[in-house]
């Protein structure tokens, strides 16, 4: 296995040599790397609105005693979730530059708004008090008492500046994207992903882990070498920041694999370009000993896109899922086969390591026809112990209930 | 004979370019176990001609002024839809209705359009056969040397396939015109133009006016 991987992954830098040997070629930063003849290329986005008897709730498959139902839906391209204290639940979108609010009407019904649109890519998403955050790339707007203002709401504090993040022309149009949450420590936490597919890059400016102080004051690096990580938490005992990260693309189906990692101590360097665990790039690796950098918590399988992480904090669950990891894994296109497209556990030891991975919510992919129904994006506990998981080619957002 | 062919390539541009309702309710598998694939590819049929019908009536009433009667503008500046990528037109209506990309001409057709007539007109132009304006103008074969040259070091094959005939949210180019495909370059290179993302405005970078209208003239003369 760990051969075959090998030749594979030196075949594909072998094939894929000569793109570097150009001078700076055009080519879309997906693509770099793409050996002569390949296809692959990620799915396309959808951008309308799935009519609520074609949401695929009825595939998704999940361990006995769970049930699924389609909590809210027509948001095309939902992402993240943000919940207000009052209850209000807040997604986050990409290409269509959307924002949702839903809302629960007292039947359990959802109502959904668009709360804000025309933004670039807004898809990290935090509250703090009252006041919901938006990171649009490097835009960060804060909307204050936005619950109270859900039909109109306010003009936001623009806070761009004071967080100074790269812009999307800086990024290359590569990782540009957000993903955001709120500390324990009352910090917002966020990413700043890789400037490229993989490259020598500046590590103190990109694919970082990065926490400010909500006025954008005080930024601190939490993780370095971090390719790109579009999902994470903090733990609810050791407080300890995990996060979701992609591996490079172009370099086989099973390597390297998309990680979770766990942040023991500000600042850790997880080795981007260089490794990826005891992966050695193939390109990139630069002499450097993998035994250096922090290894990855788990291994989460090749280009599975392991996007919105949260630990389970509620108790409608079963008692041996209190504390675990839940993982959306949105599906890979740069492999050969399809991968992913379902959530999975990490289930942690005493010690807070990963002790085995489980798949949790599946039914999404179909591997005889290679298609899939629906990509895992965001999952988020709610207060009720119930667990909602976004689903972006739908957009729709699933609830997920356990009764004995 | 000539009409079962054209029935054969609607069909086919349908089935293949609409993904929104057919694709998905197959997907689903709880869905498809209850019916048989006939009568999904039956029933996937019967919607995508349904969604052709509507957007057809639409595309008469809001489209065909600027965009011509058949999906092949005669207007300068103007883009042919015929044979694009269903998605592609879904996804730049979206954009525009959303105010990510601002053309005046367009933000009025666009504005409150809903998804689902967004998608019947996404259904009409795919279904029709693209080719070239009527006002082509004859090939200048330096210039359309000069243009194809380019089209391998700008990597245009990497996402508009190697036949420049465009795929899901990316669109067609050759035929289409001149000074359209002119003037779309150079505002992706000014950066004056977005599209879903980034990724033309880096595929046009650096080029110069000469080099971006020997590109235009190439794939406006391909057919």
Same mark, same amino acid.
């Given at each position: 296995m760990t051969m075959k991987r090998l030749v594979f992954g030196l075949v594909a830098a072998l094939t894929a040599a000569p793109a570097y040997a150009q001078a700076p070629a055009p080519v879309p930063g997906w693509a770099v790397g793409r050996p002569e003849g390949s296809t692959l290329a990620p799915h396309a986005a959808r951008m309308t609105v799935?009519?609520?008897?074609?949401?695929?709730?009825?595939?998704?498959?999940?361990?006995?005693?769970?049930?699924?139902?389609?909590?809210?839906?027509?948001?095309?391209?939902?992402?993240? *979730?943000a919940e207000g204290p009052n209850g209000t639940l807040f997604a986050g979108t990409r290409a269509i530059g959307r924002v949702y609010a839903i809302s629960r009407n007292p039947d359990g019904t959802t109502r959904t708004r668009t709360l804000l649109q025309g933004l670039p890519q807004p898809s990290g998403l935090v509250m703090v008090g009252n006041s919901l955050f938006v990171f649009a790339v490097n835009r960060v707007l804060r909307y204050d008492n936005i619950e109270a203002n859900l039909d109109n709401p306010p003009a936001p504090v623009d806070l761009t500046a004071a967080f100074a993040l790269p812009t999307e022309q800086e990024h290359g149009g590569n990782?540009?994207?957000?993903?955001?949450?709120?500390?324990?420590?009352?910090? *917002?936490?966020?990413?700043?992903?890789?400037?490229?597919?993989?490259?020598?890059?500046?590590?103190?400016?990109?694919?970082? /882990?990065?926490?400010?102080?909500?006025?954008?004051?005080?930024?601190? *690096?939490?993780?370095?070498?971090?390719?790109?990580s579009v999902g994470m938490a903090h733990h609810p005992v050791t407080r300890e920041l995990w996060a979701t990260n992609h591996g490079r693309d172009w370099a086989g189906d099973d390597a390297p694999q998309d990680t979770l990692l766990r942040v023991?101590?500000?600042?850790?360097?997880?080795g981007f370009p260089f490794c990826l665990g005891d992966w050695r790039d193939p390109q990139y690796n630069?002499?450097?000993?993998?035994?250096?950098?922090?290894?990855?918590?788990?291994?989460?399988?090749?280009?599975?896109?392991v996007l919105g992480m949260r630990f389970y904090t509620g108790t409608m669950f079963p008692?041996?899922?209190?504390?675990?990891?839940? *993982?959306?894994?949105?599906?890979?296109?740069?492999?050969?086969? /399809?991968?992913?497209?379902?959530?999975?556990?990490?289930?942690?030891?005493?010690?807070?390591n990963v002790a085995r991975v489980e798949e949790f919510l599946t039914g999404f992919r179909n591997d005889t026809a290679q298609t899939f129904a629906d990509r895992p994006v965001e999952v988020h506990v709610l207060r009720d112990g119930s667990m909602l998981v976004s689903g972006e080619q739908m957009g729709a957002i699933y609830r997920i209930t356990y009764r004995q | 004979m000539r009409l079962a062919g054209l029935l054969a390539a609607a069909l086919f541009a349908a089935a293949v370019a609409l993904p929104a309702a057919a694709q998905d309710a197959a997907r689903g598998a709880a869905i498809s176990a209850e019916r048989s694939g006939a009568a999904i590819s039956a029933e996937r049929r019967g919607a995508a001609i349904s969604?052709? @019908? !509507?957007?057809?009536?639409?595309?008469?009433? @809001?489209?065909?002024?600027c965009h011509g009667e058949n999906g092949r503008s005669a207007m300068e500046g103007t883009p042919s839809l015929a044979g694009q990528p269903a998605l592609f037109v879904t996804t730049q209506m979206i954009l525009f209705r959303e105010g990510l990309?601002? =053309?005046?001409?367009?933000?009025?057709?666009? %504005?409150?359009?809903?998804?689902?007539?967004? %998608?019947?007109?996404?259904?009409?132009?795919? #279904?029709l056969p693209p080719g070239p304006p009527e006002d082509r103008r004859p090939r200048d074969e330096a210039l359309f040397a000069a243009g194809q040259a380019l089209i391998g070091p700008r990597n245009c094959a990497v996402c508009h396939l190697p036949t420049l005939t465009g795929r899901e949210q =990316?669109? @067609?180019?050759?035929?289409?015109?001149?000074?359209?495909?002119? !003037?779309?370059?150079?505002?992706?290179?000014?950066?004056? @133009?977005?599209?879903?993302? #980034?990724?033309?405005?880096?595929? =046009?970078?650096g080029l110069t006016d000469a080099q971006i209208a020997a590109l235009a003239h190439y794939l406006s003369q391909r057919d």
């Amino acid at each position: 296995m760990t051969m075959k991987r090998l030749v594979f992954g030196l075949v594909a830098a072998l094939t894929a040599a000569p793109a570097y040997a150009q001078a700076p070629a055009p080519v879309p930063g997906w693509a770099v790397g793409r050996p002569e003849g390949s296809t692959l290329a990620p799915h396309a986005a959808r951008m309308t609105v799935t009519p609520l008897d074609q949401v695929p709730v009825g595939s998704i498959r999940l361990p006995p005693g769970f049930q699924a139902e389609v909590f809210a839906h027509g948001m095309p391209g939902v992402r993240a *979730i943000a919940e207000g204290p009052n209850g209000t639940l807040f997604a986050g979108t990409r290409a269509i530059g959307r924002v949702y609010a839903i809302s629960r009407n007292p039947d359990g019904t959802t109502r959904t708004r668009t709360l804000l649109q025309g933004l670039p890519q807004p898809s990290g998403l935090v509250m703090v008090g009252n006041s919901l955050f938006v990171f649009a790339v490097n835009r960060v707007l804060r909307y204050d008492n936005i619950e109270a203002n859900l039909d109109n709401p306010p003009a936001p504090v623009d806070l761009t500046a004071a967080f100074a993040l790269p812009t999307e022309q800086e990024h290359g149009g590569n990782h540009h994207w957000k993903f955001a949450t709120l500390g324990p420590d009352g910090r *917002i936490y966020t990413n700043v992903g890789v400037n490229c597919n993989v490259c020598e890059t500046d590590r103190d400016k990109f694919a970082l /882990l990065v926490s400010f102080n909500p006025d954008g004051s005080d930024r601190r *690096i939490e993780a370095r070498g971090v390719r790109n990580s579009v999902g994470m938490a903090h733990h609810p005992v050791t407080r300890e920041l995990w996060a979701t990260n992609h591996g490079r693309d172009w370099a086989g189906d099973d390597a390297p694999q998309d990680t979770l990692l766990r942040v023991r101590r500000s600042g850790e360097d997880f080795g981007f370009p260089f490794c990826l665990g005891d992966w050695r790039d193939p390109q990139y690796n630069a002499g450097r000993n993998c035994s250096e950098f922090a290894q990855p918590a788990a291994l989460l399988g090749g280009h599975t896109a392991v996007l919105g992480m949260r630990f389970y904090t509620g108790t409608m669950f079963p008692e041996q899922y209190r504390n675990m990891a839940f *993982i959306a894994r949105r599906g890979s296109w740069n492999r050969s086969r /399809l991968a992913g497209f379902d959530v999975v556990v990490a289930h942690l030891d005493a010690q807070g390591n990963v002790a085995r991975v489980e798949e949790f919510l599946t039914g999404f992919r179909n591997d005889t026809a290679q298609t899939f129904a629906d990509r895992p994006v965001e999952v988020h506990v709610l207060r009720d112990g119930s667990m909602l998981v976004s689903g972006e080619q739908m957009g729709a957002i699933y609830r997920i209930t356990y009764r004995q | 004979m000539r009409l079962a062919g054209l029935l054969a390539a609607a069909l086919f541009a349908a089935a293949v370019a609409l993904p929104a309702a057919a694709q998905d309710a197959a997907r689903g598998a709880a869905i498809s176990a209850e019916r048989s694939g006939a009568a999904i590819s039956a029933e996937r049929r019967g919607a995508a001609i349904s969604a052709e @019908r !509507r957007g057809a009536a639409m595309a008469a009433e @809001r489209c065909a002024a600027c965009h011509g009667e058949n999906g092949r503008s005669a207007m300068e500046g103007t883009p042919s839809l015929a044979g694009q990528p269903a998605l592609f037109v879904t996804t730049q209506m979206i954009l525009f209705r959303e105010g990510l990309r601002q =053309v005046p001409a367009m933000t009025a057709v666009a %504005e409150g359009m809903a998804d689902g007539t967004i %998608e019947d007109l996404a259904a009409h132009f795919a #279904s029709l056969p693209p080719g070239p304006p009527e006002d082509r103008r004859p090939r200048d074969e330096a210039l359309f040397a000069a243009g194809q040259a380019l089209i391998g070091p700008r990597n245009c094959a990497v996402c508009h396939l190697p036949t420049l005939t465009g795929r899901e949210q =990316v669109p @067609r180019l050759i035929g289409q015109r001149e000074d359209f495909l002119e !003037r779309t370059m150079i505002e992706y290179r000014d950066g004056l @133009r977005v599209g879903a993302d #980034s990724q033309m405005n880096g595929a =046009v970078v650096g080029l110069t006016d000469a080099q971006i209208a020997a590109l235009a003239h190439y794939l406006s003369q391909r057919d």
